[in-house]
Each structure stands twice: as C-alpha cells, then as structure tokens.
C-alpha cells in the first residue's frame, strides 16, 4: 500500500509498504479521509511523542472496516467508522479517574502506532466508531473536535450548565473556528475571534462568526468585557494577554499548544480579586461519540474547514513547508 512515512527526524516520504497479519482484536481500515494536525508536524521533528521511527502519521482519520481479526465480533465489513487515536493503558492513576487523555504512557495512531496517511491503517475494534452516512471529510473532524469538547467540558460548558453571554476565541486557524462554532452551537450568544488574519477573519464572518483584529485598538477597548476566553494560537504573550480579557467571574481556557518551556506572568492577586477561573485542556477524552453527535447536527459549518481534499501525493508537501494560502484550514487525505 501506499502511506506517507516519517523516516527520520525531519524527513518524510511516500512509501510503498507491505500490510501485516490482522492482529487479534484489531480491524483493517480502508482510509478514506486523513486530516493534517500541526501535532503531526511535531511529530515528525520529535517534538511530540516518542520520536521514534519509521512511522506513518495521521491521528484524524476516518475509512471502511475493510478486514477483521478471527475474534472480533460486532464490526461488519463495510461498516464506515471514525477513529479514535488515543491509545491509553487504561491502569495508571489518571486512566483509574476517568482522564484517559492524561494517561503517563499515552500512545497513539499517527504518534506512536502507524495512523491514518495511508491507504489502509490496522486500528484496534474498540477504537472504532461507527459514522453511518456521514461523509468521511466530515468525520474525519471527530477527532480534533473531539480535543474542542474536552476543552468546553474541562471549562464547565457541559450538559445543561450555564453558557457564557459572550465569548472570545484568539486564533482564527482550524481548531479555533471549531472552538468557536462549538461554542456558538451551545448557545453562546454572541462568539468573537480574534486573529491577525484578516483573511482568516473574513472566513470566520462567513461562518457567522464575530471578527477583531490581534493587538487591536478595538480589542483593547473590550477589556475586561469577556465571560470566556479561550488561546487557540499556542503564542505565550497571547496566553499572558488573556486575563486582561476576561470579564470579573470568568473564565480563561489555555486550549493552544505553547512550547514547553514558555513561560508567562500572571499577577494571582488578578485572579483572586476577580475570581477568574484558569482551565487547560489536552487532547481528546474517550469522547468521539459527542464529536460525531456535534457533527451529525452540524448544519454544514464545520464541514467548511475542510478547505483541501488531496491525494498522498499532494499532502505530502505540507509536511514539510508552511502553507502559503492564507484561507487554507483543513488539508486532508482523501482517497477514492
């Protein structure tokens, strides 16, 4: 089969690669759409994961059970499923309390088990789940919604609970449109992004989306005036920035990925004085399911983000090199 491969660190190639026996419990994926996360890029410098390779990427996938192990019951062939890439040992105290996602030996397809750039992946049955008609580019955005829900849960936005009046989202990329549809699907009433992009920020307006540029005068005179903010750029001087725009009582969620060694000033008499609330989020949490739920209500939005649909051939590239689009969102693998 053909697979994009990770070599060595920093070097990625299309590959013609055998496929193994079906392991016992696992299934054999046709993929039929892969998503290109930033972590994949990560990954390939061993900035993320084990660094170890060779290894095929893509944790965003979805495809047709093409094959099944002798002992697995209950997944037919031809059943169109999503993945679900995180790999938890399922033992140590944070699987114990429920926060599998924080798992201390995490694994994952496309991170440390081969993923979804290929043309078939060998995924264990209990990672599957089923999609029914859904279109496989759409489905394929389970998984980074997937790490959006966790975020909102993690912010107290879960069930019934009270949603803010207004919301901001800093980062007008993939991710943060999805935070920010997310938040307006929950009845949020008015949902801001902000972003230096004002591409980005035209698209986001498309979406029904509010819009405000980056260091702004405009989104300085909003000071203090956000029931909830959420960092969707990763940028440290962005996340030191954020108190400063939360409103008294509300709530900041640190959802973008800094570099592990950034640091930022926080003055904690702000957050007692204020009674803010400070929330992090990492990566999805055994919750696929509410991701497909989302998407399956979805009214065609989220299916906007996907602004490539590529061969392996012409996703490789974008390993490799910074998109020079400013209106490119999500590439994605998709196959026949």
Do not use: W
């Amino acid at each position: 089969m053909r697979a994009i491969q990770f070599t060595a660190k920093g070097e990625a190639r299309l590959a013609n690669l055998t496929i193994d026996d079906i392991p016992a419990g696992h299934a054999l994926v046709k993929v039929k759409a892969s998503g290109l996360c930033h972590t994949d890029i990560d990954v390939l410098h061993a900035r993320y994961g084990d660094g170890a390779f060779p290894l095929v990427p893509g944790h965003e996938y979805a495809g047709v059970v093409d094959a099944v192990a002798a002992d697995v019951a209950g997944l037919e062939i031809g059943t169109r499923v999503a993945v679900d890439p995180n790999l938890p040992c399922g033992t140590c105290p944070s699987c114990r309390k429920g926060l599998s996602n924080l798992c201390r030996d995490l694994k994952a397809y496309g991170v440390s088990h081969n993923g979804g750039f290929a043309e078939y992946s060998l995924v264990r049955a209990d990672q599957l789940h089923g999609i029914g008609a859904m279109p496989f580019t759409v489905a394929a955005l389970a998984e980074p919604l997937a790490c959006v829900v966790n975020g909102l849960n993690s912010a107290g936005l879960r069930g019934a609970a009270p949603v803010p009046e207004e919301a901001l989202v800093i980062g007008a990329g993939p991710i943060g449109l999805l935070l920010a549809l997310s938040l307006k699907a929950k009845g949020v009433k008015s949902v801001t992004v902000a972003d230096i992009n004002e591409t980005r920020l035209a698209f986001a307006a498309d979406l029904g989306l509010g819009g405000v540029v980056s260091g702004s005068a405009e989104l300085a005179a909003r000071r203090r005036s956000f029931d909830f903010v959420a960092d969707a750029t990763g940028i440290a001087g962005v996340v030191e920035g954020l108190i400063n725009l939360v409103a008294d009582g509300g709530t900041a969620l640190l959802f973008g990925i800094c570099a592990p060694d950034a640091r930022i000033s926080i003055a904690p008499f702000e957050i007692f004085r204020r009674q803010l609330r400070l929330v992090g989020s990492h990566s999805l949490n055994r919750n696929i399911p509410d991701a497909l739920a989302i998407l399956e209500k979805d009214d065609g939005s989220m299916a906007q983000l996907v602004s490539h649909q590529l061969t392996l051939d012409e996703v490789l590239p974008f390993f490799t090199r910074k998109p020079t689009n400013p209106v490119t969102m999500k590439v994605q693998f998709v196959s026949d």
